[in-house]
């Protein structure tokens, strides 16, 4: 059975740092972007941040300088390393990415992981 699985959240204050991981198991990273959304209770989902296979990085106007997004193949892994957190980042963060398996190869989103910045 393919999977994401998110790790890394936590409760910080704001201008803490938090690197998020992404590792896919059960199958391998596709070519296609891997994406970074978040969702925050009673809002609409929305793309952080995505990485291409050759490592070009797009980031949502509200992350850019803030957020770094980064890929490791060989280790299946995607990372989402986040700095000088606010309370507007409060969110559950989900990979989301197509994986490679023998049977087939199809998009999958992770579980999620909590990210809570207050003071």
């Known amino acids: 059975q393919a999977q994401l699985v998110e790790s890394g959240g936590g409760l910080v204050h704001p201008g803490a740092s938090l690197r998020l991981s992404c590792i896919a198991s059960?199958?391998?990273?596709?070519?296609?972007?891997v994406e970074w959304y978040r969702q925050a209770p009673g809002k609409e989902r929305e793309l952080v941040a995505a990485?291409?296979?050759?490592?070009?990085?797009n980031y949502a106007d509200f992350v850019k300088g803030r957020f770094t997004i980064s890929r490791v193949n060989a280790k299946k892994a995607v990372y989402l390393q986040m700095n000088n957190l606010k309370p507007e980042d409060t969110a559950t963060y989900l990979c989301?990415?197509?994986?490679?398996?023998?049977?087939?190869?199809?998009?999958?989103w992770g579980q999620g992981t909590q990210v809570t910045v207050s003071s």
């Open positions: 989301h990415a197509r994986l490679i398996t023998t049977r087939e190869t199809q998009w999958y």
């Open positions: 059960g199958g391998t990273l596709s070519n296609y972007p």
């Open positions: 990485t291409t296979n050759d490592g070009t990085a």
